[in-house]
């Protein structure tokens, strides 16, 4: 299982990092960050099964990276360090689903026991999460008059061929007597196709209603159709792009297959929900003709719009570039990059890792060893030396993400 590290606090993770031993156990680190604000954008990243986090952190605290991750991410397993033995924090982190809550200081073996548990955790939750989604599709198909059914169909309607502006407007004032405001400055509609539909389509529906009400689903016959609500442009592809990849995510751990998923074009009017639907639905029967069995999601923005994309290709490959000029940065991070290009976060991260076949942290990764290995080979450096040169100012972290990546520490590349 893969587990992710998130303290302020460098002692902490490097005491984590070295003291425990990973190689022994069924879990790899793959990544770590200072805070939660720096953390999430490599959590979509690396999708690791268990988050392990600090409570009291800068810019984002632990307790609202808990709350992200439970929106966007519910199945990940997050074990909770804190210094503070306080009732309050505890009760926080329970509500939030933490599965783990360890003081400071920590040894080795007791962070084994909590991941231990943890591990036995998801893996029983798997084992039953295809007969519980199956108990809720069949009461849900038999009360076909609650408030779900109804929801979901009135929501449906917006994406009708035949619908009218002013049918538009009547589904979003039922929706309103009935308590789900869709009002928002931005809209995108998502549409997704997947096997077995049911199966999906109830993974789907689980995870729209974490979504404090900004993402809402209809199903389809072939999949679910999902509206995104935004506070701005960029806000509602953001969003649309994080929920897609953790949509994608959740169906491939439902055991669905052929996963296609097409994100239609922002607008800003409830009565051009439609136009938005249109062009999803014409990327995602794009992405069904292609033979690739692998989750697929494809934007409108990589499709070319009429605002004058320059097209994906050469934006990622500027993101190469800007990538290899600072890469040396121990401060880069996905946002940065992201921002170079002029890209959301989750649009880069999905766009990124599709026409790579890298995630950026791989990549990332990638740049910094391939000049490391090369001043090895070529200078007398040390080792604490290059790990600067490239990115790193821990010099342990920069000699545990080489060896676990070449097999070898530097030292021994150097000699070799």
């Known amino acids: 299982m893969k587990v992710f590290l998130v303290d302020d606090e460098v002692v902490i993770r490097e005491g984590i990092r070295e003291s425990f031993p990973w190689e022994d156990t069924p ?17 979509r990243d690396t999708n690791p ?74 893996q029983e939750e798997k084992k ?3 007969h519980v989604e199956s108990l809720r599709a069949r009461m849900n198909s038999n009360a076909n008059t609650d408030g779900r059914f109804l929801k979901e169909k009135l929501i449906g309607s917006l994406f009708s061929d035949e619908a009218m502006e002013e049918d538009a407007q009547n589904a979003l004032k039922q929706l309103q007597a009935m308590g789900c405001s869709l009002t928002a400055a931005y809209y995108t ?74 994100i ?15 062009t999803a639905r014409h990327i995602r029967h794009i992405l069904e003709e292609r033979p690739n069995e692998e989750p697929l999601i494809l934007g409108v923005r990589e499709m070319g719009d009429s605002a004058g994309d320059t097209g994906t290709p050469s934006v990622i490959n500027d993101a190469k570039v800007y990538m290899s000029q600072h890469f040396s940065d121990p401060n880069l991070m996905l946002q940065d990059v992201a921002k170079a290009v002029n890209m959301s976060n989750s649009r880069f991260s999905t766009v990124f890792s599709q026409q ?28 604490s030396q ?20 070449t097999g070898m520490t530097p030292s021994e590349f150097r000699a070799g």
């Not at 632990?62 to 210094?83: A, H, K, N």
Request: some cysteine.
């Open 27 to 43: 879990y790899t680190l793959v990544g770590e960050a200072p805070d939660g604000e720096m953390a999430l954008p490599m959590i």
């Open 49 to 122: 099964d268990i988050v392990i986090t600090d409570i009291k952190m800068p810019f984002m605290d632990g307790i609202e990276l808990c709350r992200m991750l439970r929106t966007q991410m519910p199945w990940i397993g997050i074990v909770i360090l804190s210094g503070y033995d306080e009732f309050e924090y505890a009760r926080q982190c329970i509500q939030l689903g933490v599965r783990e809550y360890l003081l400071k200081p920590i040894d080795a073996g007791d962070l084994r026991k909590a991941l231990d548990k943890v591990r036995l955790q998801l």
């Open 128 to 130: 039953q999460r295809e």
């Open 189 to 262: 509609v998502i549409d997704a196709a997947f096997s077995p539909v049911e199966k999906g389509q109830e993974a789907a529906a689980v995870l729209a209603e974490g979504s404090g009400g900004v993402v809402h689903t209809s199903g389809s016959r072939t999949g679910t159709r999902i509206l995104t609500l935004g506070d701005s442009a960029r806000d509602a592809e953001e969003k649309a792009y994080a929920f897609a990849a953790s949509l994608s995510t959740e169906l491939d751990r439902a055991g669905c297959t052929k996963i296609k998923i097409g």
């Open 264 to 278: 239609g074009e922002i607008v800003a009017k409830p009565a051009d929900i439609l136009r938005s639907f249109k």
């Open 356 to 383: 790579s076949g890298q995630t950026f942290t791989e990549y990332l990764i990638y740049l910094r060893l391939n000049k490391a290995k090369e001043l090895l080979r070529t200078t007398d450096m040390k080792t």
């Open 386 to 405: 290059i790990a600067h040169e490239t990115g790193y100012n821990d010099a342990h972290y920069f000699s545990y993400i080489f060896k676990k990546n």
